[in-house]
């Protein structure tokens, strides 16, 4: 089968290309589909938009292998699926209104909450808009409502009472003008469940962050900030969480209900908070989450006996399903 990875490529290590796919990461991709049998050509999503769109026509892919950010935009991961339907290409991954749902932090919370899974309380503060926030229990973190990979996420971003959140927001919606969600901080460990649609089961065992506890000491806050995620990643290992079956099981439900109420389709991630006396807060998910060797798909796979080839070949069966 031909199959086009189409991916935004990182050319600098810096923030506004922070959710793009390094080289090693399509280089890895690559292999992977190609010892699967299949012929595989990189388009990258970031030339200009003719260009790519007469690259798709000339290469006639039966498959799109879409892990693409976008690069403008509140709504950017949506832009190449929705491109991707006009032209009546199969892809791979959630359909553009998912993508555009799920990247906005507040509806997806309002969303999976309705469908009875707890989330930190939360209020959206936009330019020329501050709502009351005096009902919040402080602490809070600050988050760019439509950001993904940390980005805008720091230890400043954990603000401990009203008078400093106040001083502090004009700064924080001057550089991230689209929103931000004020979100009440949950004390615990950060974990995360992720998602294989065309498995039997297809809600995955549970990973959690292990975080080196001398680098703990240097951090006023366990969060999995944009420093820690770039710059100190060698401090943190991803486990199978270490949790009594019950609670994996109460996560798992957990996740099963926020798949169902976005329609995600393929494959995902979803991140919670736990906190030490075992309740569970729902934080986001990523409907488009990196492939790169090491990441928690590959490790929860694994417990069920997958292969990284594996994890690429239930990713495209699950796609050609949807083949007319």
């Not at 808009?129 to 720091?154: M, V, W």
């Not at 700064?171 to 995360?192: A, Q």
């Amino acid at each position: 089968m031909k199959i086009a990875i189409t991916s935004n490529l990182r050319t600098e290590e810096i923030e506004e290309q922070a959710e793009f796919d390094s080289q090693d990461t399509i280089d890895f991709m690559t292999k992977n589909l190609e010892e699967l049998g299949h012929q595989v050509k990189f388009i990258d999503l970031t030339h200009p938009l003719v260009g790519v769109i007469q690259d798709l026509i000339d290469y006639k892919p039966d498959l799109i292998f879409n892990t693409s950010e976008g690069t403008k935009g509140k709504y950017r991961e949506s832009f190449w699926p929705g491109i991707f339907e006009e032209l009546g290409l199969l892809y791979t991954g959630s359909d553009p209104f998912t993508l555009a749902l799920s990247l906005d932090k507040n509806l997806t919370k309002q969303l999976v909450a309705k469908h009875g899974v707890p989330t930190p309380q939360a209020e959206m503060v936009y330019p020329g808009f501050i709502p009351d926030l005096s009902h919040l229990h402080f602490p809070i973190i600050a988050k760019p409502n439509y950001e993904g990979s940390s980005k805008g996420i720091t230890q400043d971003s954990v603000i401990e009472d009203l008078e400093t959140l106040q001083k502090r927001l004009p700064d924080i919606l001057k550089k991230y003008p689209d929103g931000i969600l004020v979100e009440e901080y949950i004390f615990g460990k950060d974990i995360t469940v992720p998602f294989l649609e065309n498995l039997v089961d297809p809600i995955l065992d549970v990973v959690e962050y292990i975080v080196d506890p001398e680098f703990l000491k240097t951090r006023r806050y366990q969060i999995y900030d944009y420093e820690m995620k770039n710059n100190f990643y060698d401090s943190v290992d991803i486990q199978i969480a270490n949790l009594t079956d019950d609670l994996k099981q109460q996560i798992k439900v957990a996740a099963q209900k926020v798949i169902k109420s976005l329609n995600c389709r393929d494959l995902g991630r979803m991140d919670f908070r736990l906190t030490p006396d075992g309740k569970i807060y729902f934080l986001e998910i990523n409907c488009l989450p990196y492939l790169d060797e090491g990441v928690s798909l590959y490790l929860s796979a694994a417990k069920q006996g997958l292969s990284h080839k594996d994890v690429f070949n239930h990713i495209i069966q699950s796609a050609m399903k949807r083949a007319k």
